[in-house]
């Protein structure tokens, strides 16, 4: 078994920071990647940022600039997003691509998170 639990969604002025972390356990054996997705209602999910085994980081043009992800995806990645704006409301998703053990070895795994609302709003 394996959780991602997100947490650190909420209501958030406009103009305001917050940050998301999302806490991962399990029967892991490695973490390729972590990610952070968000979906808005009546839109489809998009990715915000992928963090790899290795730390390198990487984040579509759209997402460039006001999100920021970090940690350590062994344990706790975040997602730090500033200059929060109407429509960065939306459910915020940590998804893993990973390997677990399983009675006969290893098994690839792509999970997801039970997600986080965020509300920006004055």
């Known amino acids: 078994q394996v959780q991602l639990v997100e947490s650190g969604g909420g209501l958030v002025q406009p103009g305001g920071s917050l940050r998301l972390s999302c806490a991962v356990s399990?029967?892991?054996?490695?973490?390729?990647?972590m990610a952070w997705y968000r979906e808005a209602p009546g839109k489809k999910r998009e990715v915000i940022a992928t963090?790899?085994?290795?730390?390198?980081t990487n984040y579509p043009d759209a997402m460039k600039g006001r999100f920021t992800i970090s940690g350590d995806i062994s344990n706790t990645i975040y997602l730090q997003v500033s200059d929060v704006k109407a429509e960065d409301t939306a459910v915020y998703y940590c998804?893993?691509?990973?390997?677990?053990?399983?009675?006969?070895?290893?098994?690839?795994?792509?999970?997801w998170g039970q997600g986080t609302q965020v509300t920006v709003s004055s």
């Open positions: 998804n893993a691509n990973l390997l677990i053990h399983t009675g006969s070895g290893f098994t690839p795994l792509d999970t």
């Open positions: 399990g029967n892991i054996e490695s973490i390729n990647f």
């Open positions: 963090m790899a085994i290795s730390g390198r």
